[in-house]
């Protein structure tokens, strides 16, 4: 019986996968898209506290 290690066959990792130029676009188009969701639920929250009150006198006037 041996107990040596077999040999890891792992091709090599590339240096570089992406461009700088590249990656900084990915970053940017990230930051955008972040950007556009954090409004997105900003405006969801609003529509909800809009509705909520609307609810609420609705039913505050209808129980009187």
């Given at each position: 019986?041996?107990?040596?290690?077999?040999?890891?066959?792992?091709?090599?990792?590339?240096?570089?996968?992406?461009?700088?130029?590249e990656?900084a676009?990915?970053?940017?188009?990230?930051?955008?898209?972040?950007?556009?969701?954090?409004?997105?639920?900003?405006?969801?929250?609003?529509?909800?506290?809009?509705?909520?009150?609307?609810?609420?006198?609705?039913?505050?006037?209808?129980?009187?």
């Amino acid at each position: 019986m041996s107990d040596a290690q077999p040999a890891s066959h792992d091709p090599p990792a590339p240096a570089h996968l992406f461009e700088k130029s590249e990656l900084a676009q990915f970053v940017a188009d990230d930051q955008l898209a972040g950007q556009h969701i954090c409004k997105l639920l900003a405006s969801l929250f609003i529509y909800t506290l809009i509705a909520m009150s609307i609810a609420a006198t609705w039913t505050y006037y209808a129980t009187l």
